[in-house]
């Protein structure tokens, strides 16, 4: 063994090298082939590859979102830390403008003899009075959203939406929250591979039967794979003898994982624009738009007065038509807000992202893990199967190289 080693020591010291090049090729592959190509990519149904979290989409959403808000977020909890007061001195200069356009221009429709030759005072009198109730009817909006929520918005499926229509946000999920986990996979198969590779080195030595090198190639593949999702869950609690301790690295990055998840969540899914086109556009927008009509109505009810049924009198269809219109307006102007840097303000506000990674740091310890499990769990032995199959082949290539 000595004089063989002594004349092929350089076909001898590759055995580990290779060794760590096949368990550091397979993890690459193997976390590449996680997360792409987004689309399947191949002859249909079973030529070709689609990326095992794209692929699981509609599941891998649905547990994500489940666990989001059935364990960290309750809708009502955030419309309630809306400041109304806050968001009225805030839009105060624009709301006055669009209360001051809307009734000029809605007059101008439905009445605009009645208008024109009314008097300045009275016209300003009337818009300026709109506007000193505006802030009341935002107070009355906000407080039957915030106890009507669900009916008129579905957060829930807003989230799956957004995860299921752009998987790359589901990949994103996936990489911000697990970042060091899998980087962790692709290191660890250079040391694991390695360690075989003196094992292997010295089996050669002993038998130099062809047949070694492609099999501890599957095997370094094999058992890389599996070790490196092994360590990235379990133990769960910290482990060891003495000063040696060993934790799962997930569980282990605990508090930065609760705040990278918050800040995802806060800044890609349940986004104020995100939630906005939920209410204004989603599947319950008729029913956002019957809560706003019975508000305006009362608030023009309100404007009107003891001077209502003359109101009626002189207006008549007039009048239902400029309640409708109101609505429309007030549609309207909340979709424009939401495109002129009303968004960021909003985030603050909210503050979405404080409430996920509290609520995160509450879960219990499986809870957690599904924050990042699912993605691995029910397609994890085709990783390892692929890392076996990829050492298997660089495996045989090392065998040809040597005899050759």
Not at 261 to 276: C, F, K, Q
């Amino acid at each position: 063994m000595i004089a063989d080693f002594a004349d092929h020591w350089l076909l001898y010291c590759s055995i580990p090298l290779v060794a760590a090049l096949i368990g550091w090729v397979t993890k690459i592959v193997a976390v590449q082939m996680l997360m792409k190509p987004l689309e399947f990519k191949g002859i249909p149904p079973w030529l070709g590859w689609q990326g095992v979290i794209p692929r699981s989409a509609p599941r891998m959403a649905t547990i994500a979102v489940d666990l989001m808000f059935g364990k960290l977020i309750d809708p009502q909890d955030i419309i309630a830390r809306i400041d109304v007061m806050e968001l009225t001195t805030r839009l105060r200069e624009p709301l006055d403008a669009g209360v001051d356009y809307m009734v000029r221009a809605m007059m101008m429709k439905h009445e605009p003899r009645l208008w024109v030759n009314m008097p300045e005072a009275a016209q300003r009198a009337i818009i300026e009075r709109a506007q000193r109730d505006l802030p009341q009817l935002i107070e009355d909006i906000v407080f039957d959203l915030r106890t009507n929520i669900d009916q008129v918005m579905d957060l829930r499926g807003m989230a799956i939406s957004a995860l299921v229509d752009d998987k790359s946000l589901l990949v994103e999920m996936v990489r911000r929250v697990g970042n060091n986990e899998l980087r962790f996979i692709v290191r660890s198969g250079l040391i694991f591979g390695t360690v075989l590779g003196f094992v292997q080195m010295v089996t050669w030595s002993l038998t130099h039967n062809p047949l070694l090198m492609p099999a501890f190639g599957g095997f370094t593949g094999l058992l890389t794979d599996w070790l490196a999702l092994q360590m990235i869950f379990r133990p769960i609690r910290p482990v060891g003898i003495g000063p040696f301790k060993w934790q799962g690295l997930f569980h282990k990055r605990r508090d930065q994982v609760c705040t990278d998840y918050g800040d995802l969540i806060a800044t890609e899914i349940l986004t104020p624009a995100r939630i906005l086109e939920a209410v204004l556009n989603g599947e319950r927008a008729d029913r956002l738009a019957s809560l706003l009509s019975r508000h305006v109505s009362e608030f023009l009810e309100l404007q009107t007065g003891p001077a209502r049924p003359l109101v009626m009198m002189v207006a008549g269809d007039s009048y239902t038509a400029i309640e409708r219109d109101a609505v429309t307006f007030v549609l309207d102007h909340v979709k424009a807000a939401a495109h002129s840097g009303f968004d960021q303000h909003a985030i603050e506000a909210l503050d979405v992202r404080s409430l996920v990674i509290e609520k995160t740091k509450q879960l219990t310890d499986d809870e957690y893990e599904g924050l990042l499990r699912p993605a691995f769990k029910q397609d994890e032995w085709k990783l390892v199967a692929i890392g076996a199959v990829l050492g298997f082949l660089v495996g045989e290539l090392q065998v040809h190289l040597i005899l050759g």
